[in-house]
């Protein structure tokens, strides 16, 4: 049986991609209580469906509805769930990438960590949600629609989509070129030894003997970013 708690993000991001009012969600997800919210992401497939549903549906009312700008968009903890104030940082870095801090390349910890967001982190973090995560710029990945039900499925689709669009092999320099999410987030990845059984995975790309370039990443800013599967 899906979470309720689950059910309220699916509506808050349909509502913000459809322009309704979404005002109802947000009063549910503060009224929510802690133990109940922790009682219904008791894992990981929940906790990644819900969070991803968050960061993308907040991001989009914090930019479209407050005018909120970078960097402080990232980082004012205005989302109100079960009375306790989170950032979008908090959500990204603290939950879905257990408290990795944020400028490390994913090697080291946030040590100045809350109890909390430790409590409510990912057992394990999933590389995967890097191509769910959308912060409104073109190099983005597109936002989709997240469920319990689907949760694995729908971030495979979202990481192949993703990776084929932002994968380019050039034959003649033996160079492949891909996204600068992979630099970034270097140790969420496996390194680039990672990055490479991730290219094969989704891929099929055979690297061995390939050098692998970074992308420019293009934060020239695009909203209402939805995937076409959605």
Known sequence: MKAEINKISEQLILAVKTNQLFDIFLIQLENYSLNQLQNELDNDEAKKAFWINIYNAFFQIFRKVNKIDK??????????????????????????????????LGFLPNIFTKSLIKKLAVNKIDYRIHFALNCGAVSCPPIAFYSLEKIELQLQMATLSFLEGETDILEEKKEIHITQLF???LADFGGKTGIRKILKEHLKIESKGYSLVFKPYSWEEELDNYSKEW
């Open 71 to 104: 960097p402080e968009i990232y980082r004012e903890k205005l989302i109100n769930i079960a009375g306790e104030n989170f950032s979008l940082d908090d959500v990204e870095h603290g939950i879905l990438r257990r408290y990795r801090y944020k400028y490390s």
């Open 183 to 185: 630099r970034w987030f």
